[in-house]
C-alpha cells in the first residue's frame, strides 16, 4: 500500500511556471506507474500525465503536451510535475495517483490518490 502527499500549488499568472510535488510513503514505490489528474470547476476528473514504473516512460494528455514534464525520483519516492506556459484553463486540483506494476492513463484503474492541491492561473 503507498500513501500520496502532494504539494506545491498555489496561484499563478498566465505564462508562469509551476512544480507540484507528490512524496509517497511505503514499500516499493520503483513498481508503481504514477499520474497526474486534475479536476477543474464543474468538471470531471481528467487525466494529465503519467510515468511508468519500468522504464520511465512518460505520457501526456494533448492540452499539457510541450508544456508540462512529469519525472520521478524513486530514492526520494517523489514524482514531480512541471508546469511552464500555463493558462487560465490550467486552474483545476491537481491529484497524484499510483498503480502497481501497470501502466494507464485511466483514472478508473488507478488504486490510490493523494488529497490533492489546488492551482490557480490568472489571466
Known amino acids: 500500500q503507498v500513501q500520496l502527499v502532494e504539494s506545491g500549488g498555489g496561484l499563478v499568472q498566465a505564462g508562469d511556471s509551476l512544480r507540484l510535488s507528490c512524496a509517497a510513503s511505503?514499500?516499493?514505490?520503483?513498481?508503481?506507474?504514477m499520474g497526474w489528474f486534475r479536476q477543474g470547476p464543474a468538471k470531471e476528473r481528467e487525466f494529465v500525465a503519467a510515468i511508468r514504473w519500468s522504464g520511465g516512460r512518460t505520457y501526456y494528455a494533448d492540452s499539457v503536451k510541450g508544456r508540462f514534464t512529469i519525472s520521478r525520483d524513486n530514492a526520494k519516492k517523489t514524482v514531480y510535475l512541471q508546469m511552464n506556459s500555463m493558462k487560465p484553463e490550467d486552474t483545476a486540483v491537481y491529484y497524484c495517483?499510483?498503480?502497481?506494476?501497470?501502466?494507464?492513463?485511466?483514472?478508473?484503474?488507478?488504486?490510490?490518490w493523494g488529497q490533492g492541491t489546488q492551482v490557480t492561473v490568472s489571466s
Open positions: 495517483a499510483a498503480v502497481r506494476y501497470s501502466v494507464t492513463i485511466s483514472r478508473d484503474e488507478y488504486d490510490y
Open positions: 511505503g514499500s516499493s514505490f520503483s513498481t508503481y506507474t
